[in-house]
């Protein structure tokens, strides 16, 4: 079993930035794909970034690309999503999950570990 637990969230202005940290327990995250959901008011879910475990590669969303950066630090079984340019778009409950890290996407349900997620909120 793992238990993630993100933080990091909170009120920005427009062009601001946060970083959002998602803590692992109960396991190590090292044999894990790890990444970050989004689901903003009314919307559906979507896959914004991910990192492999295998080779470190990672996705973004072409919406958050050039703006978003995920990471991870193995070591402090930790994951990061350091978010620059913050739009009022991206405002959203952010959620780290495990899944399945591909070049163009990334995947991740009911089966794998969920966070309770953290909320952006970008507005002035």
């Known amino acids: 079993q793992v238990q993630l637990v993100e933080s990091g969230g909170g009120l920005v202005q427009p062009g601001g930035s946060l970083r959002l940290s998602c803590a692992a327990s109960?396991?190590?995250?090292?044999?894990?794909?790890v990444g970050w959901f989004r689901q903003a008011p009314g919307k559906e879910r979507e896959g914004v970034s991910c990192?492999?475990?295998?080779?470190?590669?990672?996705f973004a969303l072409d919406s958050v690309k050039g703006r978003f950066t995920i990471s991870r630090d193995n070591a402090e079984n930790t994951v990061y999503l350091q978010m620059n340019s913050l739009k009022p778009e991206d405002t959203a409950v952010y959620y780290c999950?495990?899944?399945?890290?591909?070049?163009?996407?990334?995947?991740?349900?009911?089966?794998?570990?969920w966070g309770k997620g953290t909320l952006v909120t970008v507005s002035s």
């Open positions: 999950t495990t899944g399945a890290c591909y070049s163009d996407k990334y995947l991740s349900d009911d089966l794998d570990y």
């Open positions: 109960g396991s190590t995250l090292d044999d894990y794909d």
């Open positions: 990192i492999s475990a295998s080779d470190g590669n990672t």
